[in-house]
């Protein structure tokens, strides 16, 4: 099992950044690709990113693709989620997950391993 905690939430305005570390510990040398996914009140989480701890394959989703960055350290097991140009959509509890092969990346159900969440707000 791969234990995984979050940090970098937080309260921003409209048009702020945020920057979100994920630490991976435990059997990591199962984990083949982490996830980025957030959930807002009353509705499903959703995919928000991934990346491949080889860095080769990187997704996003089409609302956050141009304003957001993944990206990984290797040596350090952690993964970052650059937020940029943050909206009150954003708003969420962001969680980070981990996936052992190259299954259908947006799908939670990929994912084997969850952190406990961040909370992000945004301002209008």
């Known amino acids: 099992q791969v234990q995984l905690v979050e940090s970098g939430g937080g309260l921003v305005q409209a048009g702020g950044s945020l920057r979100l570390s994920c630490a991976a510990s435990?059997?990591?040398?199962?984990?083949?690709?982490m996830g980025w996914f957030r959930q807002a009140p009353g509705k499903e989480r959703e995919f928000v990113a991934s990346?491949?701890?080889?860095?080769?394959?990187?997704y996003y989703a089409a609302s956050v693709k141009g304003r957001f960055t993944i990206s990984a350290d290797n040596a350090e097991n952690t993964v970052y989620l650059q937020m940029n140009s943050l909206e009150p959509e954003d708003t969420a509890v962001y969680y980070c997950?981990?996936?052992?092969?190259?299954?259908?990346?947006?799908?939670?159900?990929?994912?084997?391993?969850w952190g406990q969440g961040t909370q992000v707000t945004v301002s209008s």
């Open positions: 997950a981990s996936r052992t092969g190259g299954t259908i990346y947006y799908d939670p159900q990929s994912y084997t391993s």
């Open positions: 435990g059997r990591t040398f199962s984990s083949y690709a």
């Open positions: 990346i491949s701890w080889s860095d080769t394959n990187i």
